[in-house]
């Protein structure tokens, strides 16, 4: 069954780091998009980063700017989030995603074609 599996979340107090590893289950493709989304309870998905595999452009929503920085591995079958300065609005379950063509916004989650299962990230104060 193709999937993404995301690791990496966990427990961190303001101001520290983490970083998020996902990797698919052994594709014999490339998705040209890899991106991070995370939901925090009572809201939306969001947007976190996404990055073009094959070129490597990225993208990121303003409140992560600076903060988190994504990166791709393995020719393009690895996607890592690299979250520094975390805060409490940080807390969430972020999911690993993947796209064919670019959606516009980038940030729209239903342009995203396959997901993974998701990570807790909790940042106390």
């Known amino acids: 069954q193709v999937q993404l599996v995301e690791s990496g979340g966990g427990s961190v107090q303001a101001g520290g780091s983490l970083r998020l590893s996902c990797a698919d289950s052994?594709?014999?493709?490339?998705?040209?998009?890899l991106g991070w989304f995370r939901q925090a309870p009572g809201k939306e998905r969001e947007g976190v980063a996404t990055?073009?595999?094959?070129?490597?452009?990225?993208y990121y929503a303003d409140s992560v700017k600076g903060r988190f920085t994504i990166s791709q591995g393995n020719a393009g079958h690895s996607v890592y989030l690299q979250m520094n300065s975390l805060t409490p609005e940080d807390t969430a379950i972020y999911y690993c995603a993947a796209a064919w063509v670019l959606p516009r916004p980038w940030s729209d989650p239903n342009g995203y074609d396959l997901w993974g299962q998701g990570t807790q990230v909790s940042v106390s104060s």
């Open positions: 052994g594709l014999p493709w490339v998705y040209n998009l």
């Open positions: 990055i073009a595999t094959g070129i490597g452009t990225t």
